[in-house]
């Protein structure tokens, strides 16, 4: 069974804080993709990544996908209130057609 | 571009009935997935149809069901229904750049 833990949990910081989100499994996936869902609503795509030590940037948002393609870190700069969600992580391929959804991480930034 | 249109947005339903979820995926868009989540064990894939079949399916019990018609929207079945079937069903159409999201159909069930 393919899992994905992602850490922290939870995280709650202030306005101006940088940090980190690790999402880590012990297999191999094929591509990795990050969401963010905010309460009452699904998950959006933030981004992925298909490419071992892959980095793409989207705004203060940092995302890497590991050598190994087992793990990936999202990293936000400066974070800002409207940045507050549920962060998940998305594994697919090759041993499964089905994305696989880390246990997520619920960031709150206060002003 | 329409997204992902999941209808009911909210139910709730008594144990022991049984309960149909609808979602239309994006036009174009001939694959759909169904997601149940939870608190406690986030989102948990239900199934995956393409072209009317389903492809994949998760470790749920027989009483989940699903199909795809040939528009491809998708329907959900959950049959005698659980108090721990209360979840988020969202629904997802993909393309080769991921997954987009229905808002989700929120169900308790009391």
């Known amino acids: 069974t393919q899992l994905l833990e992602q850490s922290p949990q939870f995280l709650s910081i202030q306005e101006g804080e940088n940090l980190t989100v690790y999402c880590n499994s012990s297999s191999v996936f094929s591509s990795l993709q990050w969401y963010r869902q905010e309460p009452g609503e699904g998950p959006v795509l933030l981004v992925t990544v298909v490419t071992g030590g892959e980095v793409k940037k989207l705004k203060r948002l940092t995302f890497q996908f590991g050598d190994a393609r087992k793990d990936s870190s999202l990293h936000i700069t400066a974070a800002q209130p409207g940045d507050t969600g549920l962060y998940l992580c998305a594994g697919g391929g090759p041993s499964t057609d089905k994305l696989i959804f880390g246990t997520g991480t619920r960031l709150q930034v206060f002003p | 571009k329409a997204g992902v249109t999941q209808t009911p947005r909210y139910l709730i339903k008594t144990r022991g009935q049984q309960v149909t979820l609808s979602c239309s995926p994006i036009?174009?868009?001939?694959?759909v997935s169904w997601y149940q989540q939870t608190p406690g064990q986030g989102l948990q894939f239900l199934f995956e149809y393409f072209s009317e079949t389903q492809r994949n399916k998760g470790n749920f019990p027989g009483r989940f069901s699903g199909r795809q018609f040939s528009n491809s929207r998708s329907e959900m079945n959950v049959s005698t229904l659980e108090l721990g079937d209360s979840a988020l069903y969202l629904c997802a159409s993909s393309s080769n750049y991921g997954y987009t999201f229905g808002s989700g159909t929120r169900l308790t069930v009391v």
């Open positions: 036009s174009g868009h001939r694959s």
